[in-house]
């Protein structure tokens, strides 16, 4: 049985463009153009533009949808005005993790929800069969196409485009307005540690939205970039890639998300787990390392204590790692007892049968300058 993948609106343009296609999250995406490294040093250099049409777009609408929205998630959505968004986690009772997504304020009645591609039908069911009030949960996810630029010339890119109009955009608000002539939602968010904008566009204007932004920025070095660079970009900046660092068996503060969980605010979905948890204190915690010997710590491989005793129990596992392009280090994220496990602690990670050593460090592992 042959499976089959979606595509989004830019598939053949960027397959034109040199993209290595691959399966992810039902659809077919790109790994990669010039390469992971090269890719990773244009974003952090230059500007580089990602197709992440895959990601779900679920508006919640009507008269309840803030009491709504905001008991569905734990960050305090009240405290939003028009036109700003909020990063989020969405729990389930237990305290775990349904998703991490961006709540986008439209209006007091209109929101959109922009979810990851691979919990696309899980969120959507944990929405529709949690409906409170006069509500109505409509799912545009295969209708609009989003585009990430990114980047420190990424704002120059965007100008160039828009007369200067959305340079002042604060982070993390966003604005009804037009690209290469088509009708846009513009917000100044991302997923790189880097500066830039998601752009959200019909599907019919997505391919004249990405060449245009293309053509801008030619001389500025643009890149178009796949998910390869999306992946070391983000685990530079410590953000965290549901399934891997997060899902439903870990709660937002074991992740290190606990400014998202307002509990001080209204009541929320898994808000008493989350306030049994901080009263009794987490075991674990999700924290940074480097690798002090040579080794590259993939998901899922156990650490122990130390090197000295190989037979040790694990103490965690890993759930991001790989090379660092800007450090030129191999980094990652493991869950580890928070009580032993501060910045400078050495502990072994077992890869392929041998116990390698790393020790943990602050995150985020970069920050941009600016």
């Known amino acids: 049985m042959v499976e089959k993948f979606l595509h989004s609106p830019l598939y053949d343009e960027l397959k034109r463009r040199g993209g290595k296609m691959v399966p992810f999250a039902g659809y077919q995406m790109p790994v990669q153009f010039a390469g992971i490294k090269a890719e990773h040093r244009a974003v952090r250099t230059a500007v580089g533009i990602f197709d992440v049409s895959h990601m779900g777009d679920i508006w919640v609408e009507g008269n309840d949808a803030l009491d709504y929205v905001d008991w569905l998630v734990t960050n305090d959505i009240r405290a939003l005005k028009d036109g700003q968004a909020a990063y989020t986690p969405m729990c389930l009772p237990t305290g775990g993790i349904v998703d991490d997504l961006l709540v986008y304020r439209v209006r007091e009645d209109s929101f959109l929800l922009v979810v990851n591609a691979a919990n696309h039908d899980k969120d959507l069911r944990h929405v529709q069969e949690n409906t409170r ?166 998901h899922g491989y156990p650490a122990i204590p130390d090197a000295e005793t190989p037979d040790a129990e694990p103490i965690g596992a890993v759930t991001s790692g790989g090379p660092s392009p800007t450090l030129e280090k191999n980094i990652g994220l493991v869950y580890l007892p928070k009580k032993g496990y501060k910045v400078g602690k050495p502990f072994g990670i077992v890869i392929r049968g041998k116990v390698v050593r790393a020790k943990v460090v602050k995150t985020p592992f970069y920050k941009r300058s600016q």
Request: aromatic share 8%; with cysteine; net charge negative.
């Open 133 to 298: 009030g006069r509500v109505t949960v409509v799912d545009r996810s295969y209708d609009t196409s989003q585009l990430a630029v990114q980047g420190p010339l990424a704002v120059d890119l965007l100008a160039r485009l828009t007369d200067e109009k959305y340079r002042d955009l604060a982070s993390f608000h966003f604005v009804q307005g037009t690209v290469a002539s088509r009708q846009c939602l513009i917000s100044r968010t991302g997923y790189t540690g880097e500066d830039g904008y998601e752009i959200y566009c019909d599907n019919t204007d997505a391919v004249a939205v990405f060449n245009t932004l293309m053509d801008a920025g030619e001389d500025l070095g643009i890149q178009p970039i796949g998910l390869g660079a999306r992946d070391t970009l983000r685990l530079e900046a410590k953000l965290c890639l549901y399934g891997n660092d997060i899902d439903d068996t870990t709660t937002p503060l074991e992740a290190g998300l606990g400014w998202t969980v307002k509990l001080d605010a209204g009541d929320f979905c898994g808000k008493e787990a989350l306030l049994k948890q901080k009263e009794t204190g987490i075991a674990r915690r999700l924290a940074g390392f480097e690798m002090v010997e040579k080794g590259i710590a993939r």
